[in-house]
């Protein structure tokens, strides 16, 4: 089991930036694939970025490229999120989540199905 809780969502205008983050518990934090999604209302939940276990490899959505930095820190159980440049496109309900199964270094999950654990997800509002 891992429990998860993010933290840091809020209202910012066009061009702002936000930083979440995501509290991990229950399990060897080190050891696990962590990913970000979202959703937005009326829309499928979709992937926004991963990290490897190790923090040493990222994949991004290409929406997000360029403006969103996943990062860690396994000394703190901690997943983040740095999220610049925020257009009203990225409103949303930002997830985190982790697989049930150990990935290596080079495998960065992307689909939803491939994620057993979910936080709560904390809501970002972006105004025009």
């Known amino acids: 089991q891992v429990q998860l809780v993010e933290s840091g969502g809020g209202l910012v205008q066009a061009g702002g930036s936000l930083r979440l983050s995501c509290a991990a518990s229950?399990?060897?934090?080190?050891?696990?694939?962590m990913g970000w999604f979202r959703q937005a209302p009326g829309k499928e939940r979709e992937f926004v970025a991963v990290?490897?276990?190790?923090?040493?490899?990222?994949y991004y959505e290409d929406s997000v490229k360029g403006r969103f930095t996943i990062s860690r820190d396994n000394a703190k159980n901690t997943l983040n999120l740095q999220m610049n440049n925020l257009k009203p496109e990225d409103t949303a309900v930002y997830y985190c989540?982790?697989?049930?199964?150990?990935?290596?270094?080079?495998?960065?999950?992307?689909?939803?199905?491939?994620?057993?654990?979910w936080g709560q997800g904390t809501q970002v509002t972006v105004s025009s």
């Open positions: 990290i490897s276990w190790s923090g040493r490899r990222t």
């Open positions: 229950g399990r060897t934090f080190s050891s696990l694939t």
């Open positions: 989540a982790s697989p049930n199964t150990v990935y290596s270094t080079n495998q960065l999950p992307s689909s939803a199905d491939e994620y057993e654990y």
